[in-house]
């Protein structure tokens, strides 16, 4: 079992920042991959970013370049920095953990890119 925890969303004008949290109730090294994903309204939850047990991270086209993840292991948290920030990414946010087989998702943080 895996419970994460989101936060850091809000409201952001276009071209700004924001930084979410995700912290798992376990060590993240006991953890296969950890990855954000995102689901704007009417559309398909989909990739944003993920990171294997091999810390290699792989981003959605979309947002490379912009979005950067990172870790602290020791307060089993990951973190999604978001710079340059665009009406189009606009969303609500999820954390997901996979402990093969299983898959594990945070509650959502939502993400709002207006002016």
């Known amino acids: 079992q895996v419970q994460l925890v989101e936060s850091g969303g809000g409201l952001v004008q276009p071209g700004g920042s924001l930084r979410l949290s995700c912290t798992a109730s376990r060590n993240i090294f006991t953890i296969n991959s950890m990855g954000w994903y995102r689901q704007a309204p009417g559309k398909q939850r989909e990739l944003v970013a993920i990171?294997?047990?091999?810390?290699?991270?792989n981003y959605a086209d979309s947002v490379k370049g912009r979005f950067a993840n990172s870790r602290d292991i020791a307060k089993n948290t990951v973190y999604l920095q978001m710079n340059s920030l665009k009406p189009e990414d606009t969303a609500v946010y999820y954390c997901?953990?996979?402990?093969?087989?299983?898959?594990?998702w945070g509650q959502g943080t939502q993400v709002t890119v207006s002016s």
């Open positions: 997901r953990a996979d402990v093969i087989p299983n898959t594990y």
């Open positions: 990171v294997t047990s091999r810390s290699v991270t």
